[in-house]
Structures are given as C-alpha cells and as structure tokens.
C-alpha cells in the first residue's frame, strides 16, 4: 500500500493559498467592524475629547468657553480663590457631593444584590416554561420611560399620595409622613430603577447553574448556608460581578431620580454637572466634573476587576 504525497510546489500553493485566504478574512473582518468603530469614534471618542479640551480652558461670562489655557477647572474642584487677597482656600462642597453621590451608588448597589439575588434564583429555579414569564414581568418597568416612572414614585410617597393617605384613613398616624424631597425618596427611586439591572445578569448566570452540584453538596451532608456560600455564590459570580457594575455605574451618574425626588436640594453628580451647562454657565468646571467622576470609576474598576478577575469561577 503506497501514500500519495504532495511536492514541494503543491505545498507552496497550498500555502499561499491558505495565507491569502488568512488575510482576505481579516480584511472582511476590518470591513464589517468599520461602521461600529465610526459610530464609537463620532459618538464617544470626539465628545470625550471635546470634554477634556474645553475643561482646560476660561469660562465665558455667559456661557460657553474663552480660548485661553487654563487649569482654574480642577481647582476650583477642591479650592476657591479668596476674592480680597486671591489665596486659595479649601472648599468641599463639591467633594461632599461626590461621597453622597457614591454613598447613594453603594447602598443602592447592595441592597439591589440582597433583593435581587433571590429572585433571580427563584426564576432559575422555576420550570422551563414559566421562566420566560417571570423574565417578562421584570422587564415590564422598561416599558415606560424613566421620568415617568419616577414621577409615579412621587405621586405614591408625597404628602397627599397613596402611602400617607392609607396610613391616615387606618388611623396608624395622625399628619402625613415627609417622605418626599429626602434622602430616603432618593433611595427608593434608585432602588426602583436600577433593580432590574441587577435581576436579569444574576437570572442569567443562575440559570446556567448545574443544579446536581448542590445535589451533590447535600449528599455530602452541607447545610443550606454551605450550600449558598461555598457552590452556588462562586459560581454565580460572574452575574453578581456584572450586575454590580451595571447598578453602581448608572447610580453614581444618577440625574432623573435625585432631580425629582430630591427637589435639587439633595444634591448628586448628575444634578451638579447638570449646574455647571445650565444655571452655572461654567462649562470648563462642568467638563472637569465629568472626567474627575469618569477617572474616579475607572481606578475603582480597575482595582475591583484586578482584585476579582482571579477569584471568578465559571458554572
């Protein structure tokens, strides 16, 4: 039994083919990937730059910018010039701002993985056929606009809404509970509108969870809380890592919720940038705002992912 082998000059040609090939399906892949990369470039990369340009430099008396060279953004971040003797002093208003604006990010961000991490193991643990109805019913929020939605919160937790005239008519108080234009009513709307965010990713890893691992964890005599912690938490963790960040991002940016419940007296970054475009008329200091925020969420990620990307373990 002979093999037939190829010649040199046949393998060359095959050769060159293949690399032809190679390179004619990265060049398609250039191609296909061009209108998204223009899209990013027109929509995120050219506004990003248009941002750091004009925080660098001299607010215009009534808004915009004057074309001069100036840092006076980032310090009057922290500092304020003193408008007898020109010294700097320190002033954390803004700073304060920030620390409520994440202390807002966080609490919403926990208490969002406590109620959502068992409903999401609820659905997953549904039968295939309800599962789609469940993930239904937690979308049916997205189905009307945000403002929307918070002004229903608002008619519900003021003075005169349904919360305080039901504990009235039950004779459970005797004035109207101040709900509205607090921190708690702020809270709520966060909580209200980005619970959803944190259901859907924690549903999504969930459901892929090989449920004779915790059947296994039983045969093995583990109680239910050895079974929570030590399987079905590491194995979630790419959803919960996931629905963190998207709950944590879009709350610390917030704009909507804490305009409307908070009646712009409790104020968060969304709001005070939003000041600085509108009755501020200083857009270098609202630019600065915006990238102090942007560079304060990319070290934290970037210490969060360092610190978890090793720990994650795929179902």
């Known amino acids: 039994m002979t093999t037939a082998t190829l010649s040199p000059p046949t393998l060359s040609k095959a050769a060159s083919f293949e690399a032809q090939a190679v390179k004619a399906g990265a060049r398609r892949n250039r191609l296909l990937s061009l209108p998204a990369l223009i899209i990013i470039g027109i929509f995120g990369v050219l506004p990003l730059l248009i941002i750091c ?29 003193d408008i007898f003797d020109d010294t700097l002093q320190f002033t954390p208003d803004f700073l304060i701002i920030y620390l409520r604006s994440f202390l807002f990010a966080v609490v919403t961000t926990v208490i969002c993985l406590l109620l959502g991490f068992p409903t999401a193991y609820f659905m997953a643990t549904r039968p295939p056929a309800q599962r789609n109805w469940w993930v239904l019913l937690i979308t049916i929020p997205f189905w009307s606009n945000l403002l929307v939605r918070t002004l229903a919160i608002m008619f519900i937790i003021r003075d ?22 607090t921190n708690f009513a702020i809270q709520l709307g966060l909580l209200y509108a980005f619970l959803p965010f944190m259901v859907l990713p924690l549903y999504s890893s969930l459901e892929k969870l090989d449920f004779r691992l915790i059947e296994a964890a ?13 399987v079905i938490i590491p194995l979630s963790k ?14 610390l940016g917030a704009y909507v919720t804490p305009l409307i419940l908070g009646g712009g007296v409790h ?28 560079a ?3 070290v934290a990620l970037f210490f969060y992912v360092r610190n978890t990307s090793g720990k994650v373990q795929h179902g």
């Not at 959803?239 to 991002?249: E, T, Y």
């Open 238 to 251: 790419p959803g919960i890592i996931a629905g963190c960040l998207l709950v944590f991002i879009p709350a």
């Open 160 to 181: 005169e809404g349904l919360i305080n005239n039901a504990l009235l008519a039950l004779g459970v108080i005797d004035k109207p509970i101040t709900m509205l234009y």
């Open 53 to 81: 340009v004009y925080s660098f430099l001299v607010a215009a008396p009534y808004g915009g910018v004057q074309w001069q060279f100036s840092t006076d953004a980032y310090l009057n971040f922290l500092f304020q010039r």
């Open 267 to 294: 104020l968060m970054i969304g709001d005070l940038i939003a000041q600085q475009f509108g009755s501020g008329r200083n857009w270098p200091l609202g630019c600065a705002q915006a990238l102090i925020l942007m």
């Open 296 to 298: 304060a969420v990319l």
């Open 218 to 230: 039983y045969d093995l005599y583990a109680t239910r809380r050895q079974v929570l912690w030590r």
